[in-house]
């Protein structure tokens, strides 16, 4: 046993072994049993309590003298982390400083605390937040291990570059995803990313052609865009596996090209599937504001069809992706409705 | 799994973990008879003391050996029982007595020592009695009088307010609702309960309520209670059994039509792999938690626990019978979206099931639905897309022709009908006897009727009636015949081929269409006389038909061609209007016959009156122009203008009726000799002035400010684009009309307004796509971005315009920017293709093609190939000997041309050509000409 190797057994009594659950192995094989808080330079930062009545304190212990390290559940840590919200950022920042070098170490929690770090800092909505959240969720789809903390760090570079205005890397990246074999949540972030860019081509075509429906050279143009556009988004509400959020997301988007392509009947069904599926979500209140503006003969469901039993709770499907919070709620916060179609005009007279 | 089946398998579990009487008299907990088999009721054959058969039982109860145990109980009562002094010792073994029958599952025969023991006087001690009165319940439950069990366990409930039994009683009262045939009853029982059950008994309740409800039919109620609390059941050791209950009560839903409810339902199911974990994982949290209990209730915990770990396994077992859980998720999902008329949606789901879960049974008639809802949307490259998708998935696919069928449609629709007929055809080729085949023969032929192949397409429709006459689609195919022949022109066939379909079909669904052929074959073939009467037969019996209007004029036609001028005049009057295009035409040709008769008032009020009834029709500007020259032609001026100013100023505002701007446009021309010039621009000024003072920013003052700079145009063109420009701030361009808006754009560029100009061109495009001036409004823009240093953005444009604007005689213009802007760029090739452009179009005119030649030409001498060059230089003085300038250079580099090659003869020849050609003297290449002549010896 070295010097390190003592020391550690001396400091790290028996009153720790029955609280910690991460375990630190040294070169020489032992297993000490502990809580690991982070790292600091070129040292672990470790919990102590040797004395139970006393309060617990931090001490550091040269990393180069590990050689592995294994992380035990922490309720009380995971349990905060799934609260934190933007307002908790410096908190958060601190923990992913601490925990950022450890994103390697199977188990480690530091993929988890990037995550919610990165989601607080594109809930802030400031382009210097999301640059920094494009360099956490990043640097998590680099190097966490769990696959399903890299996708989601994937997930969330794409909607940080979307935060940030870069659509073509997050196309580019949507793109390339789409073609290897991703779990459900990524694969729906990707398709709305793509539908999103399309949406925008959509809406440029039709600005730009405001009566396309007559020029024979534009209609095939945007009947592509508009089927893409909206089979993206559908794609991503409604195939299985994806999380709540994704899918109210997928809904809205959807409605919004079918309001701005005037097809006021499915934008109605739309948002009736908003509220039917998502109710009590801020989705579901702007799919009934909808609506309400809509003339009665298309607000009124179709009697075909009965109402969906009115029901008030908003929790539906549990996102498997730790990746999934309010996030997006954020990005439609500058209109509550979707881009209403454009007035139907006169015909062109040639 | 069946409800009540499961129903009944949950609530045995439930019996067998309940406690029982141990042989003192004190209640326990264990589950204890779930391993006995039922022994058959026979008397014991024992023979002993009352203390014998006493302390054999009790040794036999601590050995839990339940048989021995009752057998001495019977035999004491068979030798002992009955008498006075043993009453007491009988009344205390009672309770033990019952629970060693019980314990052996012989109900009917527990009944009676229970009833002793709950009857007995003095009462047993109140635990004793509560139990024993919870095990008369659950006998008789098991013995299917359900409603003294219901009675016994309500009695149980008015001494017992918690403990396991209090729980159990609850879920056992609804179980026997249930069992009794009285589903409702069992739910508002269990949803009564469920505020008193703890959280371990809670969900099964609340699942129990929930399956209940879909019994009793109330599925809106059970989505209400899922909706409201699924979190209760999600987390918990009922969350399998609730997977498996959404999953029916979606298929309830479905099957009612309530497809929005069912999609509810649906998308609160997870994943089966997720379901599978989350089982796996309760099951080792069980094993584990159960082990780990200790202490007086140790018992009790352990049997709740295995109950619940048996009821996972067994809706994890439900679960997995239902065969791939998630493809029969998605396919309900598909379905009900299918019941809302969203085909897209349905599509989408059903491609994800394929692709998926490909090996299941059903998927591949999901992909004939999925091409079908394509098909539905209109969406054709989707179908086709999913047919490549299906030939991928499904490696011997039973549904590959009607696949290949779908995708042959698709094609046709997408008018790619080269690989429609591919399709068809190999359809045909690999099923030959299938019914598939005959349809895509069918499609074959009426593909190829598409693609102008008419007479192609006949023989193949012919060749379908021979060999399939009794097919369900024959009577298509040979109106379809008909239809062929008289595209293909060969009326005697129609006519033969509608005869045949007109004997074998005399009530067929096309009868009328035929019978129109048939006339019209008549027509055809010069039978005027046969195709009136069949005409006129035609209008009498089917006069709403679709090709009424047709039939009207070709009726006329033939009433022409014999003569009968005046029925045709009545036939062309009465079209009916349900046929705009017919009746417009007739109008017209009414007018063309009014005039062949020389009716010449009587033509100027006919096209008045379409004037005034035909206000949206395309042809009304022509009808105003055609009625205006009529009266003029009559010598009545005055009520021409009379006509043209009342529509122009009746119509002034309203942007949506542009016979306004056409007769603005043609004021000039068309009363040129009738009023003076002076007049007339006097005339425009004034109500340019007026329409000013009442809405300066109208369309009336636009466009009465638009006719008067036409007007000036000639006479004072600067005052004409002052006018213009002014305009321009009165315009709105989605409410201004193509010509307007081009000709203040050309007074921007004529006045330097670049930026302006082009802002009006886009203007110009963008709201009206189809106008006819679009080609001046491309090369504009052309011009524009080449000027502005923006080549891609001209060349861009330049490829539009050859797409949209092929036949415009700006094309060679175009061209010609577009090569020069290539050759700039570097690119030789693409120039040199752009050039030969130029040579085909048949728009352009000879200056910018003798221009191209030229630049073809100069390409070839940089290559250093005068041979080549020197044709072209020839074809620019032989054929467009009209643009001088251009034929001096082409001379000039042709003599060079000849010099480079040695040829100084043929070069001479070249330059006194040129000299003799009568080109003007003052162009610099004459005086070139000479000097290269002086040079070559030839000395004038």
């Not at chain 2, 009676?112 to 439950?141: D, H, K, T, V």
């Not at chain 2, 599509?347 to 539905?376: F, R, V």
């Not at chain 2, 055809?425 to 102008?452: H, N």
Request: charged share 25%.
């Amino acid at each position: 046993m070295n010097f390190f190797s003592a020391w550690f057994a001396v400091l790290l009594g028996s009153t720790l072994l029955c609280q910690a659950a991460d375990v630190v192995v040294l070169k020489n094989g032992e297993r000490r049993v502990c809580r690991i808080a982070g790292v600091e330079g070129e040292n672990l930062l470790l919990v102590s309590q040797p004395v139970a009545d006393l309060p617990p304190f931090v001490l550091s212990f040269p990393r180069k003298q590990t050689a592995s390290l294994e992380f035990g559940p922490d309720p009380q840590r995971e349990k905060w982390l799934r609260e934190a919200s933007k307002l908790q950022i410096t908190e958060l920042r601190s923990l992913w400083e601490k925990f950022a070098p450890l994103l390697p170490v199977a188990s480690s929690p530091g993929g988890r605390i990037g995550l919610r770090f990165g989601l607080a800092l594109l809930e802030e909505g400031r382009l210097p937040s999301s640059a920094e959240a494009l360099s956490v969720f990043s640097r998590v789809a680099h190097e966490a291990t769990d696959a399903r903390e890299h996708e989601a760090g994937i997930q969330g570079r794409l909607r940080a570059w979307t935060m940030l205005g870069l659509s073509a890397e997050a196309v580019a990246e949507a793109e390339a995803l789409l073609k290897a074999d991703i779990g459900a949540c990524l694969a729906a972030e990707a398709r709305l990313v793509l539908a999103a860019a399309n949406e925008a081509a959509l809406i440029h075509l039709l600005e730009e052609n405001p009566r396309w429906e007559e020029d024979d050279n534009v209609r095939p143009e945007r009947n592509a865009l508009y089927h893409k556009t909206l089979d993206l988004f559908l794609q991503a509400a409604l195939l299985p596996g994806g999380s709540p959020e994704l899918a109210m997301r997928g809904l809205w988007g959807a409605l919004g090209i079918h309001r701005r392509c005037g097809q006021l009947s499915l934008a109605a069904e739309t948002a009736r599937d908003l509220i039917a599926f998502f109710p009590g979500s801020a989705f579901a209140t702007k799919a009934t504001l909808f609506l309400e503006g809509l003339p009665s003969e298309i607000r009124e469901p179709d009697p075909r069809w009965p109402a969906p039993a009115s029901l008030d709770l908003t929790q539906t499907r549990k996102s498997p992706n730790p990746n999934e919070k309010k996030v997006h709620s954020d990005s439609h916060k500058d209109s509550d409705l979707p881009a209403a179609a454009p007035k139907r005009r006169k015909r062109s007279r040639d | 799994m069946r409800l009540p089946l499961f129903l009944i398998s949950f609530f045995t579990g439930l019996f067998f973990c309940v406690p029982c009487v141990d042989a003192k008299g004190n209640p326990r907990t264990k589950t204890v008879a779930a391993e006995a088999t039922p022994p058959a009721a026979s008397q014991p054959d024992l023979n002993g003391t009352a203390e014998e058969y006493l302390s054999q039982a009790a040794r036999a109860l601590s050995q839990s050996r339940w048989k021995e145990a009752s057998d001495a109980y019977s035999a004491y009562s068979r030798d002992f029982g009955g008498r006075p002094e043993t009453e007491a010792v009988a009344k205390r073994f009672q309770p033990a007595f019952a629970l060693a029958l019980l314990h052996q599952n012989r109900f009917q025969d527990a009944l009676a020592p229970l009833q002793r023991a709950l009857n007995a006087n003095p009462p047993l001690s109140p635990a004793l009695r509560q139990e024993l009165q919870f095990q008369e319940g659950l006998c008789m439950l098991s013995l299917g009088d359900y409603q003294r069990a219901r009675a016994s366990l309500e009695q149980f409930l008015t001494f017992c307010t918690a403990g396991p039994q209090f729980q159990q009683a609850h879920l056992l009262l609804a179980q026997t609702e249930l069992l009794s045939g009285n589903p409702a009853e069992a739910a508002e029982r269990l949803k009564a309960s469920r505020p008193l059950l703890d959280s371990f008994h809670a969900p099964q309740a609340l699942l129990q309520e929930i399956r209940t409800r879909i019994e009793a039919g109330q599925l809106e109620p059970a989505l209400a209670l899922v909706q409201k609390e699924k979190l209760l059941l999600q987390d918990s050791f009922e969350a399998v059994g609730f997977q498996n209950t959404l999953l029916r009560l979606a298929s309830h839903l479905l099957e009612q039509g309530q497809f929005r409810n069912a999609l509810i339902g649906l998308y609160q199911i997870r994943p089966f792999q997720t379901i599978l974990e989350f089982a796996e994982s309760q099951l080792l949290w069980i094993e584990k938690e159960g082990a780990g209990f200790s202490g007086p209730s140790a018992a009790s915990s352990k049997a709740m626990l295995k109950q619940s770990g048996e009821r996972i396994r067994l809706e994890l077992q439900t679960l997995k019978e239902c065969g791939a859980f998630d493809a029969a998720v998605l396919l309900r999902v598909a379905a009900a979206y299918q019941g809302l008329q969203r085909f897209r949606e349905a599509a989408l789901i059903l491609t994800q099931a394929i692709q998926k879960h490909p090996s299941e049974p059903s998927m591949e008639q999901a992909g004939i639905s999925i091409m079908q809802l394509w098909s539905e949307l209109e969406c054709w490259s989707h179908v086709d897309a999913v047919s490549t998708l299906f030939c991928a998935t499904f490696s011997k696919p039973q549904n590959l022709p009607t696949v290949l069928f779908l995708k042959g449609v698709a094609h046709q629709k997408e008018r790619h009908f080269a690989e429609a007929l591919k399709t068809f055809e190999t359809i045909v080729r690999v099923y030959p006897k299938s019914d598939i085949a005959r349809r895509a023969e069918l499609m074959r032929a009426f593909t190829l009727l598409m693609s102008g192949d008419a007479n192609l397409a006949a023989l193949q429709f012919a060749g379908f009636l021979k060999q399939s006459a009794k097919h369900e689609l024959a009577e298509e195919a040979a109106h379809w015949l008909c239809v062929a022949y008289a595209v293909g022109k060969q009326p005697e066939k129609c006519r033969t081929a509608a005869a045949e379909y007109l004997a074998r079909y005399p009530d067929g669904p096309n009868r009328s269409a035929v019978l129109f052929q048939n006339a019209r074959a008549a027509h055809a073939q010069h039978d005027y006389a046969l195709a009136i009467t069949e005409l006129g037969s035609l209008l009498e019996t089917f006069p709403e038909d679709p090709k009424a209007g047709e039939a009207h004029l070709l009726l006329a036609e033939a009433q022409l061609a014999t003569e009968d001028t005046e029925p045709a005049l009545t036939t062309l009057q009465n079209i009916p209007t349900s046929n705009p295009a017919a009746f417009e035409e007739g109008w017209f040709k009414a007018a063309k016959l009014l005039k062949t008769l020389g009716r010449s008032e009587q033509i100027a009020s006919h096209l008045e009156r379409f004037a005034q009834q035909r206000l949206q029709s395309p042809r009304y500007s022509d009808a105003v122009l055609w009625a205006c020259k009529w009266w003029i032609e009559l010598g009545q001026s005055e009520a021409s203008t009379r006509l043209a100013w009342e529509v122009i100023t009746e119509h002034a505002n309203d942007p949506n009726v542009p016979a306004v701007e056409s007769l603005l446009d043609s004021l000039a021309t068309l009363f040129a000799k009738a009023i003076p010039a002076e007049q007339r621009t006097s005339d425009l000024r004034l109500w340019a002035t007026e329409t000013t003072a009442q809405a300066p920013q109208g369309t009336a003052a636009l466009r009465a400010q638009w006719g008067l700079a036409r007007a000036l145009s000639r006479t004072s063109p600067l005052e004409a684009q002052q006018l213009l420009l002014t305009a321009r701030l009165k315009m709105q361009p989605h409410l201004t009309s193509d010509r307007i808006l081009s000709d203040i754009a050309e007074a921007c560029t004529s006045s330097g307004q670049a930026t302006q100009a082009a802002l009006l061109w886009r203007e110009m495009l963008k709201w009206h796509p189809r106008s006819v001036l679009k080609d001046r409004a491309l090369a504009a823009l052309m011009l524009e971005a080449e000027q502005s240093g923006e080549p891609d953005k001209a060349l861009q444009i330049a490829c539009r315009f050859e797409r949209e604007c092929a036949d415009s005689p700006l094309s060679g213009r175009v061209g010609l920017s577009k090569a020069l802007i290539q050759e700039a760029n570097g690119d030789r090739k693409e120039a040199e293709q752009s050039l030969q452009s130029v040579l085909l179009a048949r728009g352009a005119s000879g200056e910018f093609k003798s221009e191209a030649l030229l630049l073809l030409a100069e390409n070839q001498m940089q290559l250093g190939k005068p041979k080549t060059a020197i044709p072209y230089y020839q074809r620019v003085y032989v054929m467009y000997g009209r643009w001088k300038k251009t034929v001096a250079k082409a001379y000039l580099r042709s003599g060079e041309a000849f010099e480079k090659l040695g040829d100084k003869t043929a070069a001479r020849r070249t330059y006194r050509e040129m000299r003799e050609a009568g080109l003007p003297a003052e162009l610099p290449e004459m005086a070139q000409a000479d000097h290269r002549l002086a040079l070559l010896g030839e000395i004038e």
